[in-house]
């Protein structure tokens, strides 16, 4: 075949990603007689890895540095700790930019961040196992933030083309919002201020129109009065008989109620003692659950003693950059055989990139987030766990695809004098208006539930997310209407 041909299938059909990866162990046809199993069991278990490398090794060296840069909680949390737990989405849109130049890595970010936003409220939610207030403020900036950012997304992913200059400015937005979380305090000072001043004038407009309507009333009030000191003696000693049994009942019940709260009490001392991980240690007396936890991932741990050193051990606590290298290199590389394993499903399967990211890729990568909410929930800092999700996100959008986009454009563009990258999916924008209906639709339920976090919410962001699932999938697989070209067979290639 001529290079005039081949460019003149290209045209009609998306070449296939797998190619842009090394040979596989397995035919085509071993895949589909069962050996996309395999592939299957590899990427969970590379998903697990991910998460203790992040959580274990790569957010307590983010933590050093912060403190040895003596940086701020809110410019920590917006740079190294959001970097921290992203880093799994950096590392797959820059193999999806730089390597498949296809749309896995897109797909994964926008894919998460549903997952983030509604996924991980649905954790909490139903995981804590109580209710748990929220604070307005830091709920209402980040999704104002976010709300903004996935609006510029979809305003750049409108023509299909990201240009030099939009890719930089997704990474100038990340600078504006360093400084915005950097003033912060003064920000929450002047909208809290501002909130009370608006409410303290509703109130005394409410007080003025009950002032009216108690002036009208007073009569009714007089006549009604006039009425109980009618009321005869026998049913006065009737009311402090029943009086006296209803105390004396109240007070059995208050008794009963002590001792079921002094036994929960101790029930929950009993269970703070929380199990730590030790790689040479058999969890004798612990769930079947933590035991099988311990055998599946003891070669992860095993690896990773040796290959990175643990910088919250006393003699590793000054180790902490190598362990932020070490981190980065694990990280990538666990990331680039994820996006292969995934790719190789997706080929086998017949299901494009842009669907594999936003659903098996994008729950993947952010497993880390989903437990460290769950975890912070339980304490009772709801509004910390749901804030770092919907955070995360914003630096998913700003700098995990805009600075991968920024080189590629700039640097290595993909035609001559073209300084653009490609976006392959135009569902991909559908997909992006549907996370910004998802936010709204998260916002309105915790404000119509007067922002607190429980089962019932968890349950609705659950039924959400399905819903934006099915959604984003059958609009990538052209059900409504096209928005991806077909995937070339290796035989119209190699003919």
Not at 123 to 140: H, R, S
């Amino acid at each position: 075949m001529n290079t005039s041909d081949r460019d003149a299938i290209l045209r009609n059909c998306t070449p296939p990603a797998i190619d842009d990866f090394p040979a596989g162990l397995f035919t085509e046809l071993q895949r589909q007689h069962g050996a996309i199993v395999l592939h299957a069991l590899i990427s969970i278990y590379l998903f697990i890895a991910l998460a203790v490398v992040c959580d274990k090794f790569f957010v307590p060296a983010v933590g050093r540095i912060c403190h040895a840069l003596n940086m701020t909680n809110d410019v920590a949390g917006a740079t190294f700790m959001a970097a921290a737990t992203s880093a799994p989405e950096l590392f797959v849109n820059v193999i999806g930019t730089f390597i498949t130049e296809g749309d896995i890595g897109v797909g994964t970010i926008v894919g998460s961040a549903v997952f983030n936003i509604l996924a991980v409220a649905a954790c909490c939610g139903i995981g804590a196992g109580m209710v748990v207030p929220l604070d307005w403020w830091p709920l209402t900036r980040d999704c104002l933030a976010y709300g903004i950012t996935v609006s510029i997304l979809i305003c750049i992913m409108h023509d299909e083309y990201v240009q030099w200059y939009e890719a930089f400015l997704l990474v100038l937005l990340y600078g504006v919002y360093i400084c915005i979380m950097y003033y912060d305090k003064s920000i929450q000072h002047f909208a809290r201020g501002s909130w009370q001043f608006m409410s303290n004038l509703l109130h005394k407009k409410d007080e003025k129109q009950d002032g009216l309507e108690n002036d009208v009333s007073e009569k009714n009030i007089e006549i009604e009065s006039s009425q109980i000191e009618k009321t005869s003696l026998a049913e006065i000693e009737k009311t402090k008989n029943n009086d006296v049994e209803t105390r004396t009942i109240d007070m059995d019940i208050v008794c009963s109620e002590d001792n079921v709260n002094q036994s929960n009490t101790d029930e929950t001392k009993d269970g703070v003692d929380e199990y730590e991980h030790s790689l040479w240690k058999w969890p004798t007396g612990r769930s079947c659950l933590t035991k099988t936890t311990w055998i599946v991932t003891w070669p992860i741990h095993l690896v990773f003693l040796f290959t990175i050193p643990d910088c919250e051990k006393p003699r590793f606590k000054n180790w902490f950059p190598l362990t932020f290298m070490m981190c980065i290199v694990w990280i990538g590389s666990l990331s680039y055989i994820v996006a292969w394993m995934i790719t190789i499903i997706g080929d086998t399967l017949m299901i494009p990139d842009s669907v594999m990211g936003i659903t098996f890729l994008a729950a993947g990568t952010s497993v880390p987030e989903a437990v460290s909410s769950v975890i912070v929930a339980k304490q009772g800092h709801g509004s910390m766990g749901i804030s770092n999700s919907i955070g995360s996100n914003t630096f998913d959008i700003l700098l995990c695809l805009g600075l991968p986009w920024l080189i590629k454009a700039s640097l290595t563009p993909a035609e001559p004098g073209h300084y653009w990258v490609k976006i392959n999916s135009m569902g991909l924008e559908y997909s992006a208006i549907s996370l910004l209906s998802t936010l709204l639709l998260l916002y309105l339920t915790f404000w119509f539930n007067k922002f607190k976090l429980d089962a019932a919410v968890g349950r609705a962001c659950l039924g959400m997310y399905a819903m934006f699932l099915v959604l984003a999938t059958l609009i990538e697989l052209n059900v409504f209407f096209p928005v991806n070209m077909r995937t070339c067979k290796r035989t119209e290639l190699k003919s």
